[in-house]
């Protein structure tokens, strides 16, 4: 059973940058392509980014692209999302997950695609 651990959300001002990491445990993570979404309040859950399983390829949705970069370390099973010049709309809890088909060459990019979530860590754009 994959479990993920998101860390590194907070409180940051508009224009402010922040990294989120997501460690992975339990599963082989180096197979999986792994995504970001998050979840406003009121709104449902929507893409974020989304990184291959080698990295070979990333995917962003239109409103971070530019702002957002997503990454990961497979030696360390985690992926990481470098975000900046960050706007209060931004302000949700972000989640990480992971597909639930291996080694897939294409990349997810809606809920259905991922198999396993974290419990996802608040950020809050604010001043």
């Known amino acids: 059973q994959v479990q993920l651990v998101e860390s590194g959300g907070g409180l940051v001002q508009p224009g402010g940058s922040l990294r989120l990491s997501c460690a992975a445990s339990?599963?082989?993570?180096?197979?999986?392509?792994m995504g970001w979404f998050r979840q406003a309040p009121g709104k449902e859950r929507e893409f974020v980014a989304v990184i291959r399983w080698d990295s070979a390829n990333t995917d962003y949705a239109d409103s971070v692209k530019g702002r957002f970069t997503i990454s990961r370390d497979n030696t360390k099973a985690t992926v990481f999302l470098q975000m900046s010049s960050l706007k209060p709309e931004a302000t949700a809890v972000y989640y990480c997950?992971?597909?639930?088909?291996?080694?897939?060459?294409?990349?997810?990019?809606?809920?259905?695609?991922?198999?396993?979530w974290g419990q996802g860590t608040q950020v809050t754009v604010s001043t």
């Open positions: 997950a992971a597909d639930r088909v291996s080694y897939r060459l294409s990349l997810p990019t809606t809920l259905r695609g991922f198999a396993y």
């Open positions: 339990g599963g082989t993570f180096s197979r999986y392509a």
